[in-house]
């Protein structure tokens, strides 16, 4: 008798506290709730200053696509606003994300520095309208809130080599992005299964390179055009994200060797054709003439250029006569120095084109300048890796396997995807993020630049799979990304139902670990068993 009384004395105080919070993902940074009614309407009525016109109308188009279809407009000339849009000078350049809003009785005011800031406040009153929405109408409680992200760098990484999805997909994807304040896509165009990318000099890498996927070798080619791309980096800019493109060398090459296999190195009996040739002079021309085309068609400052896994597949470098030579020539004792000697060359190949190299975490013992790149720590399990390359200096990405490879399954009783001994990446595992890393996230604050969550497509082979596996964790992402607390899980549920009702709005497939029945697990094309 006495654990239920304290049972019912808990979930009292959970639910008294939840009505302090704001229904938004991710938590703003700051907010005062009053209790006293706040502001009742139809639609939002905006009056714009300066660039807010245009960033009001992206907005706006945005939404729409996550299903809320709540009237945002302009005002006419002869209406009354009852949102008012101002910019302000930040002194704090560095807060260029920020944004403050606040709702009263007569109206709502949202003041940025920024269009960025602007677009981000937009997305939390919108949100805030969803929560508090009955039918047509809207009541919003009074609020303060003054916002501003944890971290620059809120990522979500997909693949298209293993499986391909398509720009509809995509386009859908930087919505929801948009929509929980992500700013970084992460486009991983090429790998062993497929190349994914027009490059107009070097044609066969999507004429052949393109053919197949993870699940048939021998399914028709399919890859990006230039003005695809172009399409879709537009449309990340309108939803302030940047389009981060992965070209992945000297291993995981096997696409672009069956295209060109000139400029192949060899592999091994489970992985053929994995790595580009370090010993081919003309590989190095090979690979910037296609970096020069790729920096021509997104603007962002970085280009990743994977470095991971080399040793899959570089064993025919110990016979290869040109390899050989070249460690004769530059006395490099082993293959970790042969791959270090890779990596150098082509990053100061992208250091010429203006642009920065990323790379896995693979690549801090390999000598390349930290004020040369940044790097991705995603080995979990070699936590030694990311102090390393924390002491050394390198500014750092993390998007440890565990929790934030989405590819991995994130309930107990899923059956199709991955796991790590055992381990796996459910909803409560993402929002524990800052206890699992404390140490890290404590000593080298101003070094890890922010975090991001992965997408492989091994087990991801449709746009339904695709939506099962990425919603509702995007959600969590974004929460450990942008807002420093961390927030109870029964907490955060709640701020997540409106979430739940745009994806049924939507007929986006997601799962919901508060009601597994409802939600079952969309299978994937293979088993677990046979991805590395």
Not at 96 to 108: D, F, M, P, V, W
Not at 202 to 210: F, I, K
Not at 298 to 311: A, M, Q, R
Not at 330 to 351: A, C, G
């Amino acid at each position: 008798m006495r654990k239920r009384t304290l049972l019912v004395i808990f979930l009292f105080q959970v639910l008294c506290s939840f009505g302090q919070k704001v229904q938004v993902i991710p938590s703003p940074a700051n907010s005062n709730l009053k209790k006293a009614a706040g502001f009742k309407t139809e639609a939002w009525v905006a009056d714009c200053e300066n660039d807010g016109e245009k960033v009001f109308n992206q907005f706006a188009e945005q939404i729409k696509a996550c299903g809320i279809d709540f009237p945002f407009r302009e005002k006419e000339s002869n209406e009354s606003a009852n949102l008012v849009l101002r910019y302000v000078k930040n002194k704090n350049t560095a807060d260029n994300e920020s944004y403050q809003l606040k709702i009263t009785r007569g109206k709502a005011l949202l003041e940025a520095s920024t269009d960025a800031g602007m677009f981000y406040g937009l997305q939390t009153l919108a949100q805030l309208t969803e929560a508090n929405r009955t039918g047509f109408k809207a009541e919003i409680p009074k609020i303060k809130i003054s916002d501003n992200p944890r971290f620059g760098w809120r990522g979500l990484m997909l693949d298209e080599s293993r499986h391909f999805f398509g720009k509809e997909k995509v386009k859908q994807l930087l919505d929801w992005m948009a929509f929980y304040k992500l700013n970084v896509f992460h486009w991983h165009l090429t790998d062993v299964n497929g190349w994914r990318i027009e490059i107009k000099k070097y044609p066969l890498l999507t004429e052949v390179g393109g053919i197949g996927n993870f699940s048939d070798s021998n399914a028709p080619a399919q890859y990006y055009t230039q003005n695809e791309i172009r399409g879709i980096v537009q449309y990340a800019n309108e939803r302030f994200i940047e389009i981060i493109p992965e070209v992945d060398m000297p291993g995981h090459a096997t696409a672009a060797n069956k295209a060109y296999p000139e400029y192949s190195g060899g592999g091994s009996a489970k992985f053929p054709h994995f790595t580009f040739n370090p010993g081919n002079e003309k590989t190095y021309g090979y690979l910037t003439d296609i970096l020069k085309e790729i920096t021509q068609l997104f603007p962002s400052k970085y280009i990743h250029l994977g470095g991971d896994e080399v040793h899959f597949g570089n064993e025919q470098w110990n016979t290869d006569p040109q390899v050989q030579a070249l460690m004769k020539k530059n006395q490099l004792k082993d293959l970790k120095e042969v791959e270090s000697y890779f990596i150098k060359r082509m990053t100061d190949s992208i250091t010429a084109l203006n642009k920065t190299m990323i790379g896995w975490d693979e690549i801090v013992t390999w000598g390349v300048a930290p004020d040369q790149c940044r790097v991705m720590w995603w080995r979990h399990n070699k936590p030694d890796q990311l102090m390393l390359g924390l002491e050394k200096g390198y500014q750092t990405v993390m998007c440890p396997r565990i929790p934030l490879y989405f590819d991995f399954v994130q309930d107990s009783a899923h059956t199709s995807g991955r796991r790590w001994d055992g381990d796996f990446s459910p909803l409560e595992k993402i929002l524990e993020f800052n206890q699992i890393y404390k140490e890290p996230l404590t000593l080298y604050p101003s070094l890890i630049v922010g975090v991001q969550a992965n997408l492989w497509s091994e087990t991801i082979h449709s746009g339904e799979r695709l939506d099962f596996m990425t919603y509702p964790r995007i959600a969590a992402l974004a929460e450990i990304a942008w807002s420093n607390n961390s927030p109870e899980y029964k907490e955060f549920l709640w701020r997540l139902k409106p979430s739940f009702s745009l994806f049924e709005k939507q007929g986006v497939t997601y799962f919901n670990p508060e009601n597994r029945n409802a939600t079952p697990e969309i299978k994937g094309p293979v088993p677990p068993s046979s991805i590395e």
